[in-house]
């Protein structure tokens, strides 16, 4: 008779299961863990935090995009994250709308593509600013030319240059632009059931809306999948800040700095009337001696003495001392 629950026991099982509480739960004293529900046709491949991590990733790729779009456009432009949410790649490729602007990228050093997608409403308009137009778009639904194909293309490339910097602290990326497609029948480069993640930017160019949509596929970027944490994403900015990197470069860029060396012989005070009338052979009269070391001035500080001489028949000075900060 030990399987039958004494009136205690049922009354905290009922008080569990009516409160909804989804901690585990003894019966006889033994641990019992709920059972949850698992859709093995759509598993959860991303937590909350990972896809939290890539919309702070595509933040700063929103700034970063913004100021581009700015300036090649020549009109106000503002890009910004909209949301982040996985789901399978057939749902997404399902809700394509041919013509689209389909941009398939190598994610070097991952193996495997990434999908960049636009608005063909939003293409349109990028082209027509190109062209030199106000950038309305067009009216009438179409495919792209071949000629608005490169342009595109281009606007791509330059977009694509622009990923490297906000992954930088997750990954070194070298992306590049495999091919650009304007059906979305030709991009099936991942099985219906792959998971993604779908990062959803809105973008407003001049008086134009629309959207870019980056398709991150699980199977991509799984092996970076334990650095889509921000607790990670910040621990590598403090060790890039305390790192001797920068330290390093900052060094190399002052060893190559110009700056101008003076050896002040002698000086000596004359009067204007002096100087106007100073003929060839006049001497003046310093306030060195023959003997005395040189003055070295880098830029306007005293910094070494030297003694004068030669050197491969040019004037040179040799440097006897230099001058320590207490000096100064």
């Known amino acids: 008779m030990s399987d039958i629950l004494s009136q205690s026991e049922i009354d905290a099982l009922l008080k569990a299961l009516n409160s909804g509480d989804e901690e585990v739960l003894k019966v006889n004293n033994e641990v019992v863990k709920e059972a949850r529900n698992y859709n093995f046709s759509r598993p959860s491949k991303f937590n909350k935090e990972q896809l939290r991590t890539l919309e702070i990733i595509y933040e700063n790729y929103s700034r970063i995009l913004s100021s581009f779009f700015t300036g090649y456009m020549r009109t106000h432009s503002v890009v910004e994250v909209a949301n982040a949410e996985q789901m399978t790649y057939n749902e997404f490729n399902n809700s394509l709308v041919n013509p689209v602007v389909l941009g398939i990228i190598d994610f070097s050093p991952l193996k495997g593509s990434i999908i960049l997608e636009m608005s063909s409403n939003l293409g349109y308009s990028i082209i027509e600013r190109i062209l030199g137009g106000i950038g309305l778009g067009m009216k009438v639904v179409r495919d792209f030319s071949e000629i608005e194909k490169i342009l595109l293309s281009r606007v791509l490339s ?17 992306p590049r632009l495999d091919k650009i497609e304007t059906n979305s029948q030709f991009a099936q480069i991942f099985g219906p059931n792959e998971m993604i993640a779908l990062v959803t930017l809105r973008v407003k ?3 134009t809306e629309g959207m870019i949509n980056f398709c991150l596929p699980h199977l991509v970027i799984s092996p970076i999948m334990d650095r889509l944490y921000t607790k990670f994403w910040f621990e590598q900015i403090v060790q890039a800040d305390d790192s001797d990197v920068h330290r390093e470069e900052l060094e190399g860029q002052i060893n190559k700095a110009v700056v101008p060396i003076t050896a002040v012989v002698g000086k000596s005070n004359i009067t204007v009337n002096e100087f106007v009338n100073l003929q060839v052979g006049d001497i003046i009269p310093l306030d060195s001696y023959v003997t005395s070391d040189l003055n070295i001035y880098v830029g306007n500080l005293l910094k070494f003495y030297a003694r004068p001489g030669t050197k491969r028949g040019k004037n040179a000075f040799q440097i006897t001392s230099h001058i320590s900060k207490e000096e100064e």
């Not at 906000?166 to 990954?171: A, D, I, K, S, Y």
């Open 158 to 174: 330059n977009m694509i240059a622009r990923l490297p910097e906000p992954w930088e602290n997750v990954l070194q990326l070298k």
């Open 205 to 207: 160019v001049g008086s």
